[in-house]
T-cell receptor, first 109, second 115 residues
Framework: GIQVEQSPPDLILQEGANSTLRCNFS?????LQWFHQNPWGQLINLFY???GTKQNGRLSATTVATERYSLLYISSSQTTDSGVYFC???????????FGEGTQLTVNP | NAGVTQTPKFRVLKTGQSMTLLCAQD?????MYWYRQDPGMGLRLIHY???????AKGEVPDGYNVSRLKKQNFLLGLESAAPSQTSVYFC??????????????FGPGTRLTVT
């Protein structure tokens, strides 16, 4: 099956800093989603981005499908950005999302 | 428009007991999914459904059964709970499997502990 690797596994920032999270995948995909799992366990949809670039406030994401990677940018980080960020992909021939192991982000005041 | 809802939010079972988790969606989605999340890991697919009356196995189906009698509901059953099934269970739904319609929307999760 498809492999999904996220980096870095852990990231600690001071409030106001910027960061880039990366997701590499091993096969062609027709779905790529970024999620934020907050400290209460809730899974929040950030982006549906099988290709191209999207922005939503301080967050933006870019997927380069031909090179099999996606990037999530967080600018001017806030303490409420803390939590785990997951990348999940669906193979073009598949029916399920395969999740990476996540990036644990801690933003300190 | 409530999206995807799950019942119950929390449950504690003893080994060998049975229970059913209910997932409901009001988006008229054809596809529904059950995932589990173990500590420190991403989600893994248990079973999924491609429409009313149809189900299929995912990555980790053993010990679970599912049913989709109505389009809006997807039930996950544990016939004889084991401590290894202690996990957080998420339900999701999507309109289709193809690009543009395959974004998955997730419910709030059910935290299950089996003692």
């Amino acid at each position: 099956g498809i492999q999904v690797e996220q980096s870095p596994p852990d990231l600690i920032l001071q409030e106001g800093a910027n960061s880039t999270l990366r997701c590499n995948f091993s096969d062609s995909v027709n779905n790529l989603q970024w999620f934020h799992q907050n400290p209460w366990g809730q899974l929040i949809n950030l982006f549906y981005i099988p290709s191209g670039t999207k922005q939503n406030g301080r967050l933006s994401a870019t997927t380069v499908a031909t090179e099999r990677y996606s990037l999530l940018y967080i600018s001017s980080s806030q303490t409420t950005d803390s939590g785990v960020y997951f990348c999940a992909v669906q193979e073009t021939s598949g029916s399920r999302l395969t999740f990476g192991e996540g990036t644990q982000l801690t933003v300190n005041p | 428009n409530a999206g995807v809802t799950q019942t119950p939010k929390f449950r504690v079972l003893k080994t060998g007991q049975s229970m059913t988790l209910l997932c409901a969606q009001d988006m008229n989605h054809e596809y529904m999914y059950w995932y589990r999340q173990d500590p420190g890991m991403g989600l893994r697919l248990i079973h999924y459904s491609v429409g009313e009356g149809t189900t299929a196995k995912g990555e980790v189906p053993d010990g679970y059964n599912v049913s989709r009698l109505k389009k809006q509901n997807f039930l996950l059953g544990l016939e004889s709970a084991a401590p290894s099934q202690t996990s957080v269970y998420f339900c999701a739904s999507s309109y289709s499997l193809g690009t543009g319609g395959n974004e998955q929307y997730f419910g709030p999760g059910t935290r299950l502990t089996v003692t």
